[in-house]
């Protein structure tokens, strides 16, 4: 009980009066719409970069952490997509959209913050190392396979043009990226930039949770609540559950464990509801599994800090 008040419940009293805020008119559509533009394409970034810039590469960029994460990522993605295709019978882009949901984990703005409160700033790292590859390797993958479900006859040349240009105009992946370049280059940065950027990592969280129960208001649930209950089920429990069984597998360190477990934890991230928006493809379901997604998330994160070491 002292986890989830500690640890779970202040995280998502921000959301909660993001949503009453907009629910009750106090905070505008417009207003939610310029702040999580300013958190997603300003402040996040800013924090990404920071932590890419000053983090020991070759001690956390090590291969079980990540395969640990990401094949539970992606046995989820292929679950997420056969089960829409054959169990409810979707077409195939609705199907590949449904399998994003089941990819995506909210990586920044859960499980940065659920996972610093619990275990401290110091285990951040591992979080890290999985959000610098999160954008890059789910947009890769998630539009990859939409490509390929609704080419007709394109070629592969031309849908990895597709891919290439839908990744990299992603604000998070172009900061995550100069944060590489930086890093691996030594590049010197002055202090008083530093100092700016700081600034702006500050407000990242707390503005974009209290923003994300804003577009969550948006999103209430319609229909759909087979689908919607098995992509909770593969994002809340089976994901972490294959990295739980894996990370022990590998052995690995104990905070490294920590950081890949709670990500996969997640609810779906709001960009899977982008992904579905822009592909026309089950937008309901995309919507109504984030917003139940992350309330459900309430209890299943608080049962898997109980299980994690």
């Known amino acids: 009980m002292q986890a989830l008040l500690d640890v779970i419940l202040p995280v998502f009293v ?16 417009s207003g939610v719409d310029g702040l999580m533009k300013f958190t997603q394409w300003f402040a996040i970034p800013c924090l990404l970069f920071r932590a890419i810039y000053t983090l020991d590469l070759g001690a956390h960029f090590n291969f079980p952490l990540l395969f640990s994460f990401y094949a539970g ?4 993605f292929a679950l997420g997509i056969l089960a829409a295709r054959f169990l409810f019978e ?21 499980g940065l913050p659920i996972t610093e409160r619990a275990f401290g700033a110091d285990a951040l790292s591992g979080n890290f190392a999985i959000v610098a590859l999160h954008a890059p390797f789910c947009y890769m993958l998630g539009v990859t396979a939409m490509e390929i479900a609704k080419s007709d006859g394109q070629s592969a040349i031309a849908t990895t043009r597709l891919v290439l240009r839908s990744m ?16 691996i280059g030594s590049v010197p940065m002055p202090a008083v930039v530093l100092e700016a950027i700081d600034m702006m990592t500050l407000a990242a969280i707390p503005a974009a949770l209290f923003g994300l129960g804003g577009v969550l208001y948006r999103y209430r649930p319609e229909g759909d609540f087979r689908t919607i209950a098995l992509v ?23 905070d490294a464990f920590r950081s890949a477990v709670m990500t996969a934890t997640m609810a779906p ?28 998330s309430i209890l299943s994160i608080w049962v898997w800090l109980f299980i994690i070491p």
């Not at 990522?73 to 989820?76: C, H, K, L």
């Not at 822009?278 to 139940?292: E, G, I, K, N, T």
């Open 14 to 29: 921000i959301i909660g009066f993001g949503y009453l805020a907009v629910r009750q008119g106090w905070f505008s559509d």
């Open 73 to 76: 990522a992606s046995i989820s």
């Open 90 to 110: 979707r077409n195939w882009t609705d199907s590949v959209a449904i399998g994003f949901v089941c990819l995506f984990s909210n990586s920044v703005l859960l």
């Open 168 to 183: 990299f105009r992603n604000a998070l992946v172009i900061g995550i990226s100069l944060g590489f370049v930086f890093n």
């Open 232 to 254: 909770c089920a593969i994002s809340l429990i089976l994901h972490p559950a294959i990295t739980f069984g894996l990370g022990t597998a590998f052995g690995l360190d104990r």
């Open 269 to 296: 991230g709001i960009n899977t509801y982008l992904f579905a928006n822009m592909y026309d493809s089950a937008r309901r379901v995309a919507a109504s599994s984030v917003l139940l997604g992350t309330l459900a």
